[in-house]
């Protein structure tokens, strides 16, 4: 309902804004990104600005693509969906970019996804509900996703954890909207598939940090296996609570975004043993493959910091897209970026394998289920899809 509004206002929005040339000249491409710099998950986006600006200053120290040097600028969404309508406004009529990509935040893309194509602008790879922003665009073939959609990839998690556990009492914490209802929708597969229903549930709003009554309800009712559907503060006060009370004998499990390596570090003890959905490969500095270290090395050198998962899957993603500007070749345009990038494979050490563009979004969605051990996430599991019995 949320989004329906949303979309419903951003199309007035859309309709009052004139036509604007996409910004490609004869020697630069401009590309825009929305971020939150100052709001709640303001301390995690530098690592996804400085990624996306190393990946796009390393091509420009390469000569650009086809002769073109890549510039980046980058504005605040606060993760607020009426500051990145504002933000986006400025990309298409003033700054007139060719492409927006790696802006983050479910609400702030769906706010302004169908906003972007609709100018004929490439919007790639947003941050947030995959489905939510294909739905809202239309399924507009200027929309590019490569975040795993939340409610395949929730299906896989659950039916791995009901036939490993045993599972009978299913407990769901969610956050209130369209990254809980896709938890859900996930969720609600999985169970079907093995002739269960929910134990309980809770909700909770976005910049809740009591749990204990959420946490309350699913020890009341008895369950054995509590699914969260969080990012990383809730992940983190889920485990807490849980912890607190001295439940050992439930299991808890975070669907596709609570699983980070921050949740873990600010969870220290609080996580230990959890359980989570990972849709991409996890580099630490002593485990990582020679590929990523490099990549580690140059961000630290760089920025004088370690560099995350979201750095990297930024990085990744940058150098997806660069890929797709050079397949496109010299004769630049939206509809032909698109088609060439679908031709483009990407295997690198974020992957779980080869991906490609189906259909515009990134596949295919394997996930492993890693377990927090000693403070961090370790794979407990093979890649993996689709429901399991």
Not at 128 to 157: C, E, H, K, M
């Amino acid at each position: 309902m949320l989004f329906r509004a949303l979309a419903t206002a951003v199309v007035a929005l859309a309709a009052a804004l004139p036509a604007a040339a996409q910004r490609v000249t004869d020697t630069e491409i401009v590309l825009g990104s929305h971020l939150d710099l100052s709001g709640p998950t303001a301390a995690g986006m530098p690592m996804l600005r400085n990624a996306m600006q190393m990946r796009i200053d390393e091509a420009n120290e390469a000569g650009g693509v086809h002769g073109r040097r890549l510039r980046l600028i980058v504005e605040d969404n606060a993760l607020q969906p009426q500051q990145a309508v504002r933000a986006v406004q400025k990309f298409i009529n003033q700054d007139r970019v060719f492409a927006i990509i790696n802006s983050f935040g479910s609400g702030p893309n769906a706010a302004t996804v169908k906003m972007v194509v609709d100018a004929g602008v490439v919007n790639y790879a947003p941050w947030g509900a995959s489905a939510i922003f294909r739905q809202i665009s239309g399924n507009s073939p200027l929309l590019v996703t490569t975040v795993q959609n939340y409610d395949t990839t929730t299906a896989t998690g659950v039916s791995w954890a009901l036939k490993e556990f045993g599972s009978k009492r299913v407990g769901f914490i969610f956050q209130e909207g369209p990254f809980g209802d896709l938890v859900r929708r996930g969720l609600n597969q999985a169970m079907e598939a093995h002739g269960l229903k929910l134990a309980a549930e809770a909700g909770y709003k976005p910049g809740d940090i009591d749990f204990s009554s959420q946490v309350a309800r699913m020890k009341a009712a008895n369950v054995d296996l509590i699914i969260a559907a969080t990012v990383v503060r809730e992940t983190v006060a889920v485990g807490a609570e849980v912890k607190k009370l001295g439940w050992n004998d439930v299991k808890v499990m975070t669907a596709l975004p609570g699983r980070n390596t921050i949740s873990a570090i600010l969870g220290k003890g609080a996580l230990e043993g959890m359980y989570g959905m990972g849709g991409w490969k996890l580099n630490y500095p002593d485990t990582a493959s020679p590929e990523a270290k490099k990549v580690m090395d140059a961000y630290k050198k760089k920025f004088n910091a370690d560099p995350d998962e979201n750095a990297l899957n930024a990085y990744s993603y940058t150098d997806w897209f660069i890929k797709g500007l050079q397949a496109a070749g010299r004769n630049l345009t939206a509809d032909g970026f698109i088609k060439a990038l679908a031709s483009v494979p990407q295997q690198d050490f974020t992957t779980y394998g080869r991906m490609m563009f189906t259909n515009n979004h990134a596949g295919p969605e394997l996930i492993e289920i890693d377990q927090v051990k000693g403070g961090r996430w370790v794979s407990i599991s093979k890649p993996m899809s689709g429901i399991i019995k």
